[in-house]
């Protein structure tokens, strides 16, 4: 089977549920024709079938979910979820996405999803359930909490190297902390690529990767089996370590089910998915995908050259109408720590920089074209202009585009800039290969994080470059934006080399908006008088070393700022 045209794969965010702090289901779609729908294992997502999407896009409009809690999806807002609370939430977001009598091809853990799903009201025409779990007895409170040890991570950097000899024993061994021969899964090993991936979607899910997981090991589906009306396929290759269990499907008790037993052979696989998926179906037309919510809390900005991931943080208490974007790089840690604090005033909105997180690459780093994708996204907000607050790396970004876009930035913020002579980008975003075996390239994003946070540049440990940090960042956030950094490993520090691309002393001169630059004794602001004698509207701020006092105290500034753009 030849792929099909993926080019336009695209991915978005759909509400399952009522109202705007409904779940937010994460999905992927790429493809024309007749609606299909694709659901992954734990821990996995919708990236797992990216390369299906590719074979069946010539065929189909292919859909992939991902799981509540797992890649982007939002987690079940409770604490020990089971199989029908993931099926209601399924069936939510396959009716807000128009799929609600699409086929579904479901996979382990989601195959009991989409059972269950088809055993309480689901209206799929077909249901493909790829390994199916039929257990003897469910798994004890002693396995499942051995099996799914808490993703916790801490401090230092030593939890990655537990987390990374996990996700190699995963593959190797069922259970995979049953490490001797009789437990050996007999798989060829994956692809470097694959693991790779494999990787990204456990961090991803982080703390919640045990969610579906363990609901899905507390739930027979034999009930449902024996219930359902859809016509049903239940399937594995010999290579899986469920394909024994096809023996256990009820096919006598059931006319609707049937079962397929496959080859190794993964190109044939990819034929009986497609071959199976081809039914007669009411969705036999290429269906519009939802409109963006203006009000959701994340999203995606479609641009010319692919998809520009953001969120947003409401303000507790507004005190100004008008939002404020903030940019970090080439994480985007610094940002969400400063809207966490800015969003007691104001309306926050954070974009992933092209090359980092869910935000795609641009074809090189063009500082023009990467200020202009952020004013697009100024545009879709129904505002006026917004405030823009740059940080660090990301500053001349923030310069460029005020100098751009002055209808579309109200203010413009200066929070530390590189030196007019600064490192190379290669230096300052170094190439961090892919380790498959030690899981070494986890150890040098994160030392880079942790590292960046205390001194400046981040790979400077000279007294002089310590910076005044009250604490190092939670193990949250720099697990937050390692997961972005490995989501696009080869292009993490674009972003850095469209900034320093821009860094110069005209680009600076050709901002029009007021200004405010950071002063103070963090090393970070060393450039910041040089950068005052260039700005034709600069001004000093000397905020308070607290982040919530100085959040306040930006925020006044800003809006004086503002009033007096406006002025001119």
Known sequence: ??????????????????????????????????????????????????????????????????????????????????????????????????????????????????????????????????????????????????????????????????????????LRWFPWFATNPQNRIAMEPPTPEWMEDYGIDLFSAGPHYAGAYTAAMRWSPLDDLLAVKVPTIVGARTDDVLFPHLDKVPCDANPALSV??????????????????????????????????????????????????????????????????????????????????????????????????????????????????????????????????????????????AARRKGLVRTLTVWGAPAFDPPAPDALCPDIAFDAQAGSHLYRFWHMLRDGAVQWPWFDGSPAAARPCPALPTPADLHRALTGMLKQRTQYGQAVAAALAAHDAASWQAVGVSTLVAVGDDPVSANAAALLDLLPRGAAFIAPSDMDQAASALCGAMKKAGRETVSL
């Open 260 to 401: 397929q037993r496959l080859g190794a052979d993964r190109g044939a696989w990819a034929h009986w998915i497609a071959d199976t998926l081809t039914v007669d179906q009411p969705l036999s037309e290429r269906l519009p995908l939802p409109r963006p919510d203006r009000a959701a809390r994340r999203g995606y900005l479609p641009h010319e050259h692919g998809q520009l991931h953001w969120e947003s943080y409401p303000a507790k208490t507004a005190i100004d109408a008008s939002p404020v974007m903030v940019l970090s790089a080439p994480s985007t840690m610094e940002a969400h720590s400063w809207a966490e604090a800015l969003s007691a005033h104001r309306t926050v909105i954070v974009p992933d920089l092209p090359g980092f997180g869910d935000s795609d690459a641009l074809p090189a780093a063009a500082p023009d074209v990467l200020a202009d994708v952020l004013a697009a996204l100024i545009g879709r907000l129904d505002v006026e202009a917004c405030d823009v607050l740059a940080i660090g790396l990301a500053a001349p970004i923030g310069a460029r585009m």
């Open 1 to 170: 089977m030849k792929p099909g045209n993926c080019e336009t794969m695209r991915r978005g965010y759909v509400v399952a549920g009522d109202g705007s702090d409904g779940l937010l289901v994460h999905y992927r779609v790429c493809g024309s024709g007749p609606a299909v729908v694709l659901l992954h294992d734990s821990p996995r997502s919708s990236r797992l079938h990216i390369p299906l999407m590719k074979l069946l896009a010539s065929r189909f409009q292919v859909f992939a979910l991902d799981t509540p809690g797992y890649g982007n999806s939002d987690p079940l807002p409770m604490a020990d979820p089971a199989i029908p609370d993931f099926a209601r939430a399924l069936g939510n977001a396959l009716a807000a996405l128009g799929l609600s009598e699409a086929p579904l091809y479901a996979t382990h853990t989601s195959a009991k999803i989409a059972l269950a799903l088809a055993v309480r009201g689901g209206k799929m025409p077909l249901l493909m359930l790829d390994g199916l779990s039929i257990p003897d007895a469910l798994a004890s409170d002693a396995f499942i909490a051995s099996y799914m040890r808490p993703f916790a991570p801490e401090p230092t950097g030593a939890w990655l190297g537990a987390e990374w000899s996990r996700t190699r024993d995963m």
